[in-house]
């Protein structure tokens, strides 16, 4: 089961990790963050209030988006590509965007290791945070089907403009079709077909 999905802006790189080096923290902004289990919930999570595991798990989510961010600029700066704008005025080809998998370690800053899969590119980047039982190979494909979609979602209908992220609630709904509860499918094209015309209508 999936426990997160999140998407962030990417920020300057600032001092980057250099090959051979694991990625430290880099700067982002977390746009849009979805978990699929209670904050909390994780074995060995420390017993606090609502409020303060709520606030806990936050911490955990942005720590994680710092790494999927240091990742990026890693692969960025390897490519030697010119380095993107923070946020782009069109929505990315983010489908397209290079990617990969790592593990975040026992204890950084999940309880458990963490695999996640993530993609990034043009000033953003989109992760899932799994379970170490999850089908990566199916993650990472269920990645590159769900970001159009969820790009898509987000913006809101008119001209174009920098204005990615108006309708969470369209998320959700993508979310609860396409990742129900944090599950996996074997997304099929004609699955895929059959809800893009209904969003479409």
Known sequence: MVRALLLLALGEPGHAPSPGHAPGHAPCRVLLARSFEPPGTPPGTPPGSPPRQRLRHKEQLLA??????????????????????PLP????????????????????????????AWLGGSGLALALLCDPQDNLALAETTLRLLAPRLLAALRPPGPPGPGVLL????????L??????????????????????????
């Open 64 to 85: 994680a988006a710092r790494q999927v961010a240091s990742h990026c600029h890693l692969q960025h700066s390897s490519s030697g590509r010119p380095s993107p704008p």
């Open 167 to 174: 309708r969470p609630d369209a998320a959700d709904l993508l």
């Open 176 to 201: 609860e079709r396409l990742l129900p509860r944090g599950q996996l499918l074997f997304l099929t094209q004609a699955f895929l077909q059959a809800g893009d015309r209904g969003g479409a209508r």
């Open 89 to 116: 005025e069109e929505p990315p080809a983010l489908q397209h965007a290079p990617g990969g998998l790592f593990q975040l370690p026992p204890g950084d800053p999940f309880p458990q290791a963490t695999p996640v």
